[in-house]
């Protein structure tokens, strides 16, 4: 079982930066693949960015490629998500998942065991 928690969501203004993090716990998270996803109102939620079990391979949205930069810390369970050039597009729900195995990076939300609860980001124009 894993637990995940989300954090450093917030309001920012467009042109902005945030950076969120996504604390778990157990002793396995290495063992783990990780990924962002964000769902906006009214909207499915989608693929943000993955990270692989050791940080070796990473993948983004077509949306966000340049601008946002998914980490991991494996010895604070931890996986990061910094977000630059920020735009009212980007405001949604930001969830951190979880993917147990040591394969590579992925971007279906049904490859992933567990999630954590969110974290709102709004962008103001």
């Known amino acids: 079982q894993v637990q995940l928690v989300e954090s450093g969501g917030g309001l920012v203004q467009a042109g902005g930066s945030l950076r969120l993090s996504c604390a778990a716990s157990?002793?396995?998270?290495?063992?783990?693949?990780m990924g962002w996803f964000r769902q906006a109102p009214g909207k499915e939620r989608e693929f943000v960015a993955a990270i692989s079990w050791n940080g070796g391979t990473t993948a983004y949205a077509d949306s966000v490629k340049g601008r946002f930069t998914i980490s991991r810390d494996n010895a604070k369970n931890t996986v990061y998500l910094q977000m630059n050039s920020l735009n009212h597009a980007d405001t949604a729900v930001y969830y951190c998942?979880?993917?147990w195995g040591y394969g590579g990076i992925r971007r279906e939300r049904s490859t992933y065991d567990y999630w954590g609860q969110g974290t709102q980001v709004t962008v103001s124009s």
């Open positions: 998942a979880a993917g």
């Open positions: 157990g002793r396995t998270f290495s063992s783990y693949a």
